[in-house]
Nanobody, 122 residues
Framework: QVQFVESGGGLVQPGGSLRPSCAAS????????MTWYRQVPGKEREMGAV????????SYADSVKGRFTISRDKSKNTVYLQMNGLNPEDTAVYSC???????????????WGQGTQVTVSS
């Protein structure tokens, strides 16, 4: 059974940082690209960052490029998202899922975790 458990969100002031994590289980974590998505109420879920299964190649949405860094720890089946320079437009629920690759970031599994809320406000 595929599961994702996100944590590490919270309330932060503009310009601040957070590092949410996502623990994955139920599939061979090391063989899939992993993607962070974010969603605000009333809008489509959007891809924020993706990391390849091998080699560490990453890709980012233009809205987060230069501020966010995705990484993964295969020994822990966990993917991280270091978020710096946060602004109110980053407020969203952040979730992770597997993907086929860097160029095909559509979520691979139907299962989703509960996500972790990130709120950027002064």
């Amino acid at each position: 059974q595929v599961q994702f458990v996100e944590s590490g969100g919270g309330l932060v002031q503009p310009g601040g940082s957070l590092r949410p994590s996502c623990a994955a289980s139920g599939f061979t974590f090391s063989t899939y690209a992993m993607t962070w998505y974010r969603q605000v109420p009333g809008k489509e879920r959007e891809m924020g960052a993706v990391i390849a299964s091998v080699g560490g190649t990453t890709s980012y949405a233009d809205s987060v490029k230069g501020r966010f860094t995705i990484s993964r720890d295969k020994s822990k089946n966990t993917v991280y998202l270091q978020m710096n320079g946060l602004n109110p437009e980053d407020t969203a629920v952040y979730s992770c899922n597997a993907a086929l690759g860097i160029l095909v970031t559509t979520a691979l599994f139907r299962s989703w975790g509960q996500g972790t809320q990130v709120t950027v406000s002064s």
